[in-house]
């Protein structure tokens, strides 16, 4: 029994001295909790009800719950994890907050996906076949799905993994990637995740950039038509309900959703890149974490973590880029502090 309790006792002052090194990325996560909640209600708020039946818009309160729900999950939990990272208890709890963590961030990435190519065929198909409301809800079923799928074998390939510290000479529990059960499964299953993913970040690349070219080259057209055609740009001036005036505010109204989409998928991008370069190092080195020093640690950390900007970003974009969005929230903000 004391031979017990003198271990628990260097397992707890191992695991007090990492969760402290952690606090700067547990408060990072607890702003980003605080930002992402605000930030996403107002979202679904504003084009969940304000804005209901913007066809161009039918994505963004969808992808607002989804960055809702993964970033309530993920930067919820990372905050556990950081708290007990070689003491943590619960198998159950590990396993099941991984799979939720990951199958919301999935399909948040695959929403971006979805709402690439919807782009894509509006931009650069504009008479070709479109995305109709049916076919947008079988999109986001099919990310459901998708996510579910590929999230599945988590709660066999995730779990407390033996954490070793020559220090203190002891053997913690990690809420992580399981090293030593189920080795092989884990790996295959972090390859075909990390592939997965570099597929999605070249298809937006690809789509993104032929929409870009396609709007550049209208926008060069355009600026050679006003040039050539005063009569016109008088009209586009003077007046505001011309017919040709009215479809090209309609065509910039498209282009800037379309450049705030990119905006958020390059967000994306860069804050998940992170992530997966080190999952790669995770799966090239099975004690990977238990190698580092506690500074190294601390910086890992955080950078792992990183990819909850892809989940607070957007409202920030919208607020930016949407006219609609940021009238309604100014609008919003106004009648709080009329009642107050």
């Given at each position: 029994?004391?031979?017990?309790?003198?271990?628990?006792?260097?397992?707890?002052?191992?695991?007090?001295?990492?969760?402290?090194?952690?606090?700067?990325?547990?408060?990072?996560?607890?702003?980003?909790?605080?930002?992402?909640?605000?930030?996403?209600?107002?979202?679904?708020?504003?084009?969940?009800?304000?804005?209901?039946?913007?066809?161009?818009?039918?994505?963004?309160?969808?992808?607002?719950?989804?960055?809702?729900?993964?970033?309530?999950?993920?930067?919820?939990?990372?905050?556990s994890y950081n708290v007990s990272p070689v003491r943590f208890k619960g198998q159950q709890l590990c396993k099941w907050?991984?799979?939720?963590?990951?199958?919301?961030?999935?399909?948040?990435?695959?929403?971006?996906?979805?709402?690439?190519?919807?782009?894509?065929?509006?931009?650069?198909?504009?008479?070709?076949?479109?995305?109709?409301?049916?076919?947008?809800?079988?999109?986001?079923?099919?990310?459901?799905?998708?996510?579910?799928?590929?999230?599945?074998?988590?709660?066999?390939?995730?779990?407390?993994?033996?954490?070793?510290?020559?220090?203190?000479?002891?053997?913690?529990?990690?809420?992580?990637?399981?090293?030593?059960?189920?080795?092989?499964?884990?790996?295959?299953?972090?390859?075909?995740?990390?592939?997965?993913?570099?597929?999605?970040?070249?298809?937006?690349?690809?789509?993104?950039?032929?929409?870009?070219?396609?709007?550049?080259?209208?926008?060069?057209?355009?600026?050679?038509?006003?040039?050539?055609?005063?009569n016109v740009k008088m009209t586009n001036l003077n007046d505001g309900t011309s017919g040709t005036n009215s479809a090209?505010?309609?065509?910039?109204?498209?282009?800037?959703?379309?450049?705030?989409?990119?905006?958020?998928?390059?967000?994306?991008?860069?804050?998940?890149?992170?992530?997966?370069?080190?999952?790669?190092?995770?799966?090239?080195?099975?004690?990977?974490?238990?190698?580092?020093?506690?500074?190294?640690?601390?910086?890992?950390?955080?950078?792992?973590?990183?990819?909850?900007?892809?989940?607070?970003?957007?409202?920030?974009?919208?607020?930016?880029?949407?006219?609609?969005?940021?009238?309604?929230?100014?609008?919003?903000?106004?009648?709080?502090?009329?009642?107050?």
């Amino acid at each position: 029994m004391a031979n017990i309790s003198e271990e628990d006792s260097r397992i707890n002052s191992w695991n007090t001295e990492l969760s402290q090194t952690l606090i700067p990325s547990s408060v990072f996560l607890g702003i980003c909790i605080v930002v992402g909640i605000i930030g996403n209600s107002l979202v679904i708020l504003i084009y969940g009800l304000k804005l209901r039946g913007a066809k161009e818009r039918y994505f963004i309160p969808i992808l607002a719950v989804v960055d809702l729900l993964a970033l309530c999950e993920t930067a919820g939990f990372n905050i556990s994890y950081n708290v007990s990272p070689v003491r943590f208890k619960g198998q159950q709890l590990c396993k099941w907050s991984w799979f939720f963590g990951y199958m919301t961030s999935v399909m948040s990435i695959f929403l971006l996906l979805v709402i690439a190519i919807q782009r894509y065929l509006k931009i650069c198909r504009p008479f070709g076949k479109q995305m109709t409301l049916e076919w947008k809800r079988v999109a986001v079923l099919s990310t459901f799905i998708a996510a579910a799928l590929i999230s599945a074998p988590i709660p066999v390939t995730y779990g407390l993994d033996p954490a070793y510290s020559a220090r203190y000479n002891v053997t913690g529990s990690a809420c992580r990637r399981l090293t030593q059960e189920n080795r092989w499964l884990s790996l295959i299953h972090a390859i075909v995740c990390n592939a997965i993913v570099a597929g999605v970040v070249w298809a937006l690349i690809i789509l993104y950039t032929l929409i870009g070219r396609k709007i550049h080259s209208q926008m060069q057209q355009w600026k050679h038509q006003r040039t050539n055609d005063n009569n016109v740009k008088m009209t586009n001036l003077n007046d505001g309900t011309s017919g040709t005036n009215s479809a090209d505010r309609n065509k910039q109204t498209m282009f800037k959703i379309t450049a705030m989409f990119m905006l958020i998928s390059l967000i994306f991008i860069v804050s998940f890149s992170p992530k997966v370069v080190i999952f790669i190092l995770e799966c090239v080195d099975s004690r990977f974490w238990d190698s580092l020093s506690y500074s190294n640690r601390l910086l890992v950390r955080f950078l792992e973590v990183l990819f909850v900007i892809n989940n607070i970003a957007n409202p920030f974009v919208y607020a930016f880029l949407d006219v609609k969005f940021s009238q309604q929230m100014k609008k919003i903000f106004c009648d709080l502090d009329y009642s107050l």
